[in-house]
């Protein structure tokens, strides 16, 4: 049996800096998203919530030189081994397009002592990639697995990711993929709740508001005033919304120390 308990009454370390009964967002108490119980192995890929790293932990995956006929994938794994034996073998990246054709493979050797974390860092170079854009929202699959010497899958998952690069470059304007993009960015402020509910807002809802967003011809969307759920931001990625992700702050900064960490924790996890 898990137990959680759930408080939302006034707390002064809360990280607005604000007292709750007067803000206009988080009026809503409990666990209002999808939880889920992970179990792995003793060699396993970090969450970047519960690693003492600035701006780490888990996977990281950044994107250098995007262009029509190339683009550089950079990637970084946080791996820890809590077992009491050294571990060696690989981490494997492969990428697949969205018909599952393989676009591109590599392996990195990793070697982690007992209790402790080793980041493999590496670069997938692709060519002529699918890029990502409001109007071509393409998302590859990148699989990750870690491999013991013996060839046996140890952990891993899949995230999907879009291929782009993003610049403002001041009187030139908004530059996408390499290029000034051509029009305009229309978009709006989205709260994350809904009638009745409040804040625990179906999947399927956000995908919808995502639609409907869309649809209207918005490409930008401010999540106000917070990161908002997963699965409104797969869905932005899915349909080609832009989307401005803030910190659980508004205009008032608490000068408790945990304000900052909290948002490089929340940075480095969106």
Same mark, same amino acid.
């Given at each position: 049996?898990?137990?959680?308990?759930?408080? +939302?009454?006034?707390?002064?370390? $809360?990280? &607005?800096?604000?007292?709750?009964?007067?803000?206009? $967002?988080?009026?809503?108490?409990?666990?209002?998203?999808?939880?889920?119980? #992970?179990?792995?192995?003793?060699?396993? #890929?970090?969450?970047?919530? *519960?690693? @003492?790293?600035?701006?780490?932990?888990?996977?990281?995956?950044?994107?250098? =030189?995007?262009?029509?006929?190339?683009?550089?994938? #950079?990637?970084?794994?946080?791996?820890?081994?809590?077992?009491? =034996? +050294? *571990? =060696?073998?690989?981490?494997?990246?492969?990428?697949?397009? &969205?018909?599952?054709?393989?676009?591109?493979?590599?392996?990195?050797?990793?070697?982690?002592?007992?209790?402790?974390?080793?980041? /493999?860092?590496?670069?997938?170079?692709?060519? /002529?990639?699918?890029?990502? /854009?409001?109007?071509?929202?393409?998302?590859? @699959?990148?699989?990750?697995r870690i491999r013991n010497n013996e060839g046996?899958?140890?952990?891993? $998952?899949?995230?999907?990711?879009?291929?782009?690069?993003?610049? *403002?470059?001041? =009187?030139?304007?908004?530059?996408?993929?390499?290029?000034?993009?051509?029009?305009?960015?229309?978009?709006?402020?989205? !709260?994350?709740?809904?009638?009745?509910?409040?804040? %625990?807002? %179906? @999947?399927?809802?956000?995908?919808?508001?995502?639609?409907?967003?869309?649809?209207?011809?918005?490409?930008?969307?401010? +999540?106000? !005033?917070?990161?908002?759920?997963?699965?409104?931001?797969?869905?932005?990625?899915?349909?080609?919304? *832009?989307?401005?992700?803030?910190?659980?702050?508004?205009?008032?900064?608490?000068?408790?120390?945990?304000?900052?960490?909290?948002?490089?924790?929340? /940075?480095?996890?969106?």
């Amino acid at each position: 049996m898990i137990a959680v308990w759930t408080d +939302n009454s006034n707390d002064p370390s $809360y990280p &607005p800096g604000k007292a709750q009964d007067v803000l206009d $967002y988080t009026y809503f108490g409990g666990i209002y998203r999808d939880c889920w119980l #992970i179990a792995h192995n003793p060699v396993f #890929i970090t969450d970047p919530n *519960f690693e @003492n790293e600035t701006a780490g932990g888990g996977l990281f995956v950044a994107y250098d =030189k995007v262009s029509d006929t190339s683009a550089e994938i #950079i990637l970084k794994a946080h791996i820890r081994n809590d077992s009491k =034996k +050294n *571990f =060696k073998g690989v981490v494997e990246y492969e990428l697949q397009q &969205p018909d599952g054709t393989q676009a591109a493979f590599l392996n990195d050797v990793i070697q982690v002592r007992p209790g402790k974390a080793v980041t /493999s860092k590496d670069k997938i170079t692709l060519k /002529s990639p699918l890029l990502w /854009s409001p109007e071509t929202p393409t998302l590859y @699959n990148l699989i990750v697995r870690i491999r013991n010497n013996e060839g046996n899958v140890v952990d891993g $998952y899949r995230r999907r990711i879009g291929i782009r690069s993003v610049e *403002f470059k001041g =009187k030139d304007g908004f530059w996408l993929n390499g290029k000034p993009y051509p029009a305009p960015l229309i978009g709006a402020n989205r !709260h994350q709740d809904f009638a009745v509910v409040g804040n %625990a807002v %179906a @999947n399927s809802i956000h995908w919808r508001d995502a639609k409907k967003l869309r649809d209207a011809g918005l490409k930008i969307i401010r +999540n106000a !005033h917070c990161p908002q759920d997963p699965a409104f931001m797969d869905a932005c990625d899915e349909l080609g919304l *832009f989307v401005i992700v803030n910190t659980p702050g508004w205009q008032f900064w608490n000068d408790a120390p945990e304000f900052a960490q909290r948002s490089i924790t929340i /940075s480095a996890t969106w």
